[in-house]
């Protein structure tokens, strides 16, 4: 009896323990980061890309869907419980619901595990049961990135380097007046660090909306449940020599130290030395409408962006990723809905001259790369229309502004990327071959056929690319 009891106690324990053991070996997980400047296009490209997963009616491209490899898809809690959930139900509810709209800005990083049941392939498929796959996406904002360089900054590097960019951003006149009626090197008082950092944080905000991209730290941004703490309550002041042990500056370095190793370095732990794979979205089109300085911003900014998926140059990265590394990276240039397939070429050629650089580094790192044009969520449709004796290539979809129907052309992108690229890096002020709009189209009422996921263009080919070999 006795007996008994206890080998089936010692069979249960070895039948769980058999569980974890396999589970581990034969369902392997794949950790997908997704991430871009703000306004970039993650959120609709997650919702998209799980949607049309789920429903692969859409997803020609992706061998396994097209083939019938993938058995199923579902969602399942994710692994990681302090993380916030990614609201997939309600973003899609969002996108394809009676009234469609865009979802809400996200402001903090979030997760959602999508399982695949497969079917085996290869010589001995016909031995073999289905395989399942837990593909983690994990959703967080590229500005997070931007804080690596940080980690190699003391806070006198990092305030000269603030001070000096600040005469040429917008709203910093303020904040420069504020710093003359400073001494650093008085006794700390928080009204005035908290005075100080308010109007440091008002020019980021302001030089975010004009199209700046290098607006770190981060977290002054997007500061999420941080916002009012001590560690983004800091900002930039003069080099002081010899700064008195209480006062005003040294108060100041401690917390940039402490965003550092606070906020800055969990970040690189927690979540980005255990992605695989890697989706950098960027926004081009709207960069190119905005001129000559936000692309060669948004050049820069990708190079930095980038600079952490190679981690030889910043010690702390290098140590924590003890020679593990993303395995690829994809770069892609959404909203391509707003132009017409046509252009679809020029863009993608834009886009990979706009990240060669950051590609050649990651390439350097060991990751494979590749870059495309793709609408995660195709709002328009196309339309040849005639004007001056030649026809345009247009886009036509609901305009958000007005809610009403319009036809549009962006302008002509160059075949050359060199003819955008080169006068952005010699800092022209404006576009000689003419301007570019942008436009922005409310997501059209979708009638969705049973398996279908949501319209999209080249979502499966980027689907291919990043998970395609695992399936
Ligand atoms: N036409 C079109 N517009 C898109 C598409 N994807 C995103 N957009 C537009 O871009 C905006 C931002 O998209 P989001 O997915 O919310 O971008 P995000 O990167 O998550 O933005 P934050 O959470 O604010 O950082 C949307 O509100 C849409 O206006 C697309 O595939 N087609
Ligand atoms: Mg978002």
């Known amino acids: 009896m006795v007996l008994s009891t206890m080998a089936e106690g010692a069979f249960r324990g070895l ?3 058999g569980n974890s053991v396999s589970s581990r070996l034969f369902e392997p997980t794949l950790r997908l980061g997704v991430t871009g400047l703000a306004r970039a296009g993650k959120t609709v490209f997650i919702t998209s890309l799980v949607a049309n997963l ?10 396994a869907a097209r083939t019938g490899r993938i058995d ?12 916030p959930r990614f609201a997939y139900e309600d973003h899609l509810a969002a996108l394809t ?22 079917r085996p392939r290869g010589l001995l498929s016909g031995l073999q049961g289905p395989r399942r796959l837990h593909l ?7 500005e997070w990135l931007l804080d690596l360089a940080l980690l190699d900054k003391s806070y006198a590097q990092w305030s000269a380097e603030v001070l000096a960019r600040l005469p040429a951003r917008p709203v910093a006149a303020e904040f420069l007046q504020m710093l003359t009626t400073v001494e650093a090197t008085a006794p700390h008082d928080e009204p005035q660090a908290q005075a100080l950092a308010a109007e440091f944080t008002r020019h980021l905000n302001a030089a975010r ?23 983004l309550t800091f900002g930039p002041l003069p080099v002081e020599e010899a700064p008195a042990r209480r006062s005003l500056w040294r108060e100041m370095q401690r917390r940039y130290e402490a965003y550092k190793a606070k906020v800055v370095q969990p970040f690189f732990r927690d979540h980005f030395t255990r992605i695989d794979r890697q989706v950098v979205l960027v926004d081009a089109l709207s960069a190119i409408h905005s001129g000559p300085q936000a692309v060669e911003d948004l050049r820069q900014a990708m190079g930095d962006v980038l600079s952490a998926f190679r981690p030889g140059h910043n010690g702390f990265l290098t140590s924590l990723l003890r020679g593990k590394r993303v395995e690829k990276i ?10 017409h397939h046509l252009q679809h070429p020029q863009m993608s050629a834009i886009i990979e001259a706009l990240t060669r650089e950051a590609r050649d580094r990651a390439q350097f790192a060991g990751a494979e790369t590749a870059a495309l044009a793709l609408a995660s969520l195709r709002a328009t449709t196309e339309e040849m229309r005639p004007h001056d004796g030649a026809e345009l290539a247009c886009v036509r979809g609901w305009l958000l502004q007005t809610g009403r129907q319009a036809a549009f052309y962006p302008g002509a992108l ?16 404006r576009w000689l071959g003419g301007d570019y709009q942008a436009m922005q189209f409310a997501p059209a009422k979708l009638s969705l056929r049973p398996g279908d996921g949501p319209p999209h263009i080249r979502l499966d080919r980027a689907a291919e690319f990043l998970i395609g070999d695992q399936l």
């Open 15 to 17: 039948d769980s323990l």
């Open 54 to 63: 789920l429903n692969r009616g859409r997803m020609l491209q992706l061998e």
């Open 72 to 83: 199923s898809a579902y969602l399942q809690p994710q692994p990681d419980d302090t993380v």
């Open 97 to 118: 619901g009676p009234e469609p709209h865009w979802p809400a800005s996200t402001r903090a990083v979030s997760e959602l595990r999508l399982s695949l049941t497969l």
């Open 136 to 142: 983690d996406i994990v959703d967080y904002p590229g």
């Open 209 to 231: 909306g004009a199209g700046f991209y290098d607006c770190s730290p981060g977290r002054f941004l997007l500061p999420g449940d941080l916002a009012g703490s001590p560690v």
């Open 330 to 339: 994809l770069f892609a240039a959404t909203k391509a809905d707003h132009l």
């Open 414 to 429: 160059p075949d050359d990327p060199a003819q955008l690229l080169a006068p952005a890096r010699q800092g022209a002020t």
